[in-house]
Every structure is written in structure tokens, then in C-alpha cells.
């Protein structure tokens, strides 16, 4: 079966630092991965998706980016955080049928 | 884009009562719909789905309804349970095979014992 990992759960950073975060799905081959943010009682805002390795689309602009260097590997990453960066994000994989399954997220504060 | 609005923000219902949420979506292209429960501090986990060729799913308390013509899908959640408390997160696809969902602002759900 398919599972899909996130790490760090938990993230404390000063403004300005850099940021990673890491997802990894196992249990399938060519997932399309989605990064998604959650701010604190709203909803999710779509960040990245990708259908390939280096085949990566940006939905908003901001000072975050998106890395793909293996088909089951996903990472966001920073080089310098906003206070407004702070929320929970959530990594996504699909297949074909479009149903999206999401990691457990990692929350991230940024003070 | 897609445009998905959804109703209520909040409800409450008493146990064993019923719950309904509604969402309607702009783009008639638009093939697939899910819905994803969030518990707090929790992963969104899909709960039910259906797509255009079906008009009605049901899972044990759980049924979705979906008119095509007028562009909206309901979430039917029967004999609440203090267990159903959450948010509750309804989606499109954007249609013509893309990969992407538009999800509602999300409803949140209070089941009062």
C-alpha cells in the first residue's frame, strides 16, 4: 500500500533563516506531488504540483520554491522566511484517478 | 480558474440529527468530486467522492449528491456523532484531465451531545 512521509513535523524559525521540507511517497511509481499551506483556520492554498521529476509548476508567487530530484521525492524550500510564511503545510500525492492523499504535515512558526 | 463556494462556514446540529453541505462550482468541465474531513491538527483524509457519471454515493451515514446541470454537490452526513466534529473540505477537479483540486474555504462542523 501507498504511504506518504513528511518531515519535520514541527519547525521553529527565526525570519530570515532558511527553510526544507521533505515528502516521500512509497508504494508507487510516477506520483504527481503537491505542495499545499494551511494557515491557522483557513483553507488550502496550493502552492506547487508536479507530474515528474523536474516537472514543477508554481501556483503563487512568493519567496518559496519546489525541488523534485527523484520521482517519489519532494521538496519545499526557502532561503529566507517571512513572518507570513508560518502555517501548516501539507504534502499531496495522485495518480491518474485524481483523488489527492495527504502526508500529516509539517507546522511551521516562524518568529 | 475554477471557482468552488461553500455553505455553510459553520454548523451545528445536535447528536443524531443530520448535516448537509453544499458546493457549487463554476466549470462545467469539471469531472470529479471529493470530500475531505479535517480533524484539528490533522491531515485532511477523504472521506467520499463521486464523479459525473453518478448522481448519488453513499458510504454507511455518509452520501454525496451531485447536479451537473445547476453545479453543485452536497455532503450528507446522517445520525451525527460527536465523532463527526471537524472541518469538512469540499473539491473539484479543474477539469479536461488536469491534476490539480480547488477546494472550498471548508465547513465547520460541531456535533453537540
Known amino acids: 500500500s501507498q504511504t506518504i512521509h513528511q518531515w519535520p513535523a514541527t519547525l521553529v524559525q527565526p525570519v530570515g533563516s532558511p527553510l526544507s521540507l521533505e515528502c516521500t511517497v512509497e508504494g508507487t511509481s510516477n506520483p504527481n506531488l503537491y505542495w499545499y499551506r494551511q494557515a491557522a483556520g483557513r483553507g488550502l492554498q496550493l502552492l506547487f504540483y508536479s507530474i515528474g521529476i523536474d516537472q514543477i509548476s508554481s501556483e503563487v508567487p512568493q519567496n518559496l520554491s519546489a525541488s523534485r530530484p527523484q520521482d517519489r521525492q519532494f521538496i519545499l524550500s526557502s532561503k529566507k522566511l517571512l513572518l507570513s510564511d508560518s502555517g501548516f503545510y501539507l504534502c499531496?500525492?495522485?495518480?491518474?484517478?485524481?483523488?489527492?492523499?495527504f502526508g500529516p504535515g509539517t507546522r511551521l512558526t516562524v518568529l | 480558474g475554477e471557482n468552488v463556494e461553500q455553505h455553510p462556514s459553520t454548523l451545528s446540529v445536535q447528536e443524531g440529527d443530520s448535516a448537509v453541505i453544499k458546493c457549487t462550482y463554476s466549470d462545467s468541465a469539471s469531472n470529479y468530486f471529493p470530500w475531505y474531513k479535517q480533524e484539528l491538527g490533522k491531515r485532511p483524509q477523504l472521506i467520499i467522492d463521486i464523479r459525473s457519471n453518478v448522481g448519488e454515493k453513499k458510504d454507511q451515514r455518509i452520501a454525496v449528491t451531485l447536479n451537473k446541470t445547476a453545479k453543485h454537490f452536497s455532503l450528507h452526513i446522517t445520525e451525527t456523532q460527536p465523532e463527526d466534529s471537524a472541518v469538512y473540505f469540499c473539491?473539484?477537479?479543474?477539469?479536461?484531465?488536469?491534476?490539480?483540486?480547488?477546494f472550498g474555504k471548508g465547513t465547520k462542523l460541531s456535533v453537540i451531545p
Open positions: 473539491a473539484v477537479d479543474i477539469g479536461a484531465g488536469s491534476y490539480q483540486l480547488t
Open positions: 499531496a500525492w495522485s495518480v491518474m484517478t485524481g483523488t489527492q492523499y
